[in-house]
């Protein structure tokens, strides 16, 4: 539906004081814009670069800026979330709230088909609007907003406030509104299908191209040209000409069909042959600026471009999660944590399932930490979806490099190197008197002498 449309529909549904921008309620005069069309001031539905073609939402889904979309929002969908609550410098995991395992309350609402409606409205609108309900401080259910449905003004307060394009001003309690890029003093964020409409009208105009000419192209294709001698044909002579060479060559079934002229009549090649046309260089290079556009290693998209040939898995997928999926992740954070009552509370995606190397790197990273007491042998077999150990032996790793000495113990050795009798700086730090069996100490230094021909000293006990 055109602007024009939209603004017929817009004065047959209103009365004749609306239509000129009166407001019979408050009997306020404003300006008419582009929201009383149907759509928001900066947000139309499709614009047109210099390629010509109309770039829209539903058709950027179709070209490489939806293949980046979908990426990200596969993947995101897909991450694990948790509520938690600080603890001091740490963080504890609590009960989630029912929303994050059904955001819109019903029976077959999933928490993965309400993220990824956000992650594509954040990256291609370059808004999220959610709708807590009954608020945004108790949730039983949070809705993704239809992005171009609501419009964001300047209360008199300097606070934000929502508009429906259709229906009453909504309660800023009740949304909760993320920009992704915004300029300077703008209370949306800027539109990214706007923002990325060259390189994907450009992209859309060469398929729209390549399918014309595998649909209209004949390889014969070209300029019949007719003799000059005799008399002009007429147009519907030309025509006729015209419509019975198509009837046989045109088309992909009627491709390499011997073509035949009479009557001095040439053809000349007019048609751009496929390899000349360097199409595949084309989708390369859309490609590429989509995966630019949003951050994300061109090798995920199945580019040879910036395969880093010289890293491995693990590396790459580093890159990927620090510069594609962080920036997205929080936003969300941000904005979901909002939703969870309590202080000090917040949701937080887990995104070690995307960050797991090979399974020798993995072996070697979490012998580490098993080692340095980071985390139990229980929790490493949870991580590789593994049951806990048996009879309670999956605490953790006790070795004489990593044990933790007695700080009583660590007490009486510090006194008794500072000159204390040794029995009563046990009994100072708590520890009963032991009784020495007479045996030689372990460790044993050599007792030097002056005179070196007497070796009677050498290997006493200290």
């Known amino acids: 539906m055109g602007l024009l449309d939209r603004a ?52 950027a889904m179709r070209a490489a800026m939806g293949a980046c979309i979908r990426l990200l929002a596969d993947d995101i969908s897909s991450l694990p979330w948790h509520a938690f609550r600080k603890a001091g410098k740490a963080r504890e995991m609590i009960d989630s709230p029912a929303w994050m395992d059904r955001p819109n309350g019903g029976p077959w609402s999933t928490s993965e088909a309400h993220l990824s409606e956000a992650v594509v409205s954040l990256l291609s609108n370059g808004n999220l609007f959610l709708e807590g309900l009954p608020n945004t401080t108790v949730p039983r259910a949070i809705n993704v907003l239809p992005p171009k449905g609501i419009e964001v003004e300047r209360g008199a307060d300097g606070y934000p406030v929502y508009i429906p394009i259709e229906g009453a001003p909504v309660d800023g309690s009740s949304i909760a509104h993320v920009p992704w890029i915004s300029l300077p ?45 005799g008399r002009k044909p007429s147009s519907e002579e030309i025509a006729g000409i015209r419509r019975q ?56 998209l199945a580019s040879e471009a910036g395969s880093s040939l010289g890293s491995n898995s693990e590396q790459r997928s580093i ?18 944590s909002r939703f969870i009552p309590g202080a000090d509370t917040f949701v937080k995606f887990n995104v070690d399932a995307l960050l797991r190397g090979d399974s020798k790197t993995r072996a070697q990273i979490r012998a580490i930490e098993i080692q340095n007491r980071v985390i139990t042998r229980d ?45 009563g700086s046990a009994a100072h730090v708590g520890i009963s008197g032991i009784d020495h069996l007479g045996l030689n100490p372990t460790t044993q230094y050599l007792i030097e002498d002056d005179d070196p021909e007497d070796t009677a000293s050498e290997g006493v006990p200290s």
């Open 319 to 336: 890159e990927y999660v620090k510069h594609a999926l962080v920036p997205v992740l929080n936003r969300l954070e941000t904005v979901y």
């Open 245 to 300: 060479f198509e009837f046989k060559h045109k088309g992909n079934k009627k491709s390499w069909v011997t073509g035949v002229l009479t009557g001095g009549a040439t053809i000349h090649e007019g048609t751009i042959k496929p390899g000349e046309a360097e199409l595949a260089p084309l989708w390369v290079h859309v490609l590429e600026e989509a995966c630019r556009f949003y951050h994300i290693p061109p090798h995920l």
């Open 379 to 423: 929790e490493w077999r949870a991580s590789e979806d593994r049951t806990p150990a048996p009879d309670g032996e999956g605490g953790y790793l006790d070795t004489p490099n990593n044990r933790t000495s007695d700080p009583a113990l660590e007490d009486m050795s510090k006194l008794i190197r500072a000159g204390f009798d040794p029995v």
């Open 185 to 229: 003093g703008d209370l949306r964020g800027l539109d990214m299908v706007e923002q990325a409409r060259e390189f994907t009208g450009l992209e859309l105009a060469a398929r729209r191209w390549a399918g014309n000419f595998f649909q209209n192209g004949a390889t014969t294709g070209g300029i019949i040209l007719l003799p000059r001698e």
């Open 8 to 59: 017929r529909d817009y004065v047959a549904s209103k009365d004749s004081n609306a239509r000129w921008g009166f407001d019979t309620t408050t009997g306020e005069v404003r300006a008419v814009d582009a929201s009383d069309f149907g759509f928001a001031t900066n947000q139309f539905p499709g614009t047109t670069p210099d390629a010509g073609e109309e770039v829209t939402v539903q058709s």
